[in-house]
């Protein structure tokens, strides 16, 4: 890939983490970068959570919903729309877990700098 990195799709797959969703999603769309797609994937959720993604599909146009009836595995329901994306970056969050706001920003710097690195990955901290 030659130039700037257009467009990142960041994943949210998502089974009954309402209590966690809301900061996970509220993580993504303060990112520094702006340029992105938010797929929230409701893997069956029996609680709140499909409520929490509607509620932020209304504020941001860039957030697309995924439902799945049925409790799906995360595996198959992120391998599945990944046939879909047309981006070529793609970043997966956990519905329990935040981003910092500048974390696709940084490695959207790195990946135009190095143009042979085919996956990113970063360590986590963890917060009580």
């Known amino acids: 890939m030659t130039g700037k990195i257009k467009k990142v799709s960041i994943i949210i797959p998502c089974f009954n ?11 993504v769309l303060n990112q520094t970068f702006k ?7 409701d ?6 959570s499909l409520s929490i993604m509607k509620k932020y599909k209304l504020i941001d146009p860039r957030i697309l ?3 799945y009836k049925n409790k799906t595995p995360k595996g198959k329901s992120i391998n599945n729309l990944l046939k879909k994306i047309k981006t070529k970056w793609v ?3 956990d519905a ?3 981003f ?3 974390k696709i920003n940084k490695q959207v710097k790195f990946l135009e700098k190095n ?5 990113l990955s970063c360590l986590g901290k963890y917060t009580l």
């Open 91 to 93: 970043a997966i969050i």
């Open 115 to 119: 143009k042979n690195v085919k996956l």
């Open 17 to 27: 983490t309402e209590q966690f969703l809301e900061d996970t999603i509220k993580s």
């Open 100 to 102: 910092f706001k500048d």
């Open 65 to 67: 919903i995924i439902k």
């Open 96 to 98: 329990d877990d935040i």
């Open 35 to 41: 340029k992105f797609d938010l797929y929230l994937i």
């Open 43 to 48: 893997n069956g959720s029996t609680d709140k």
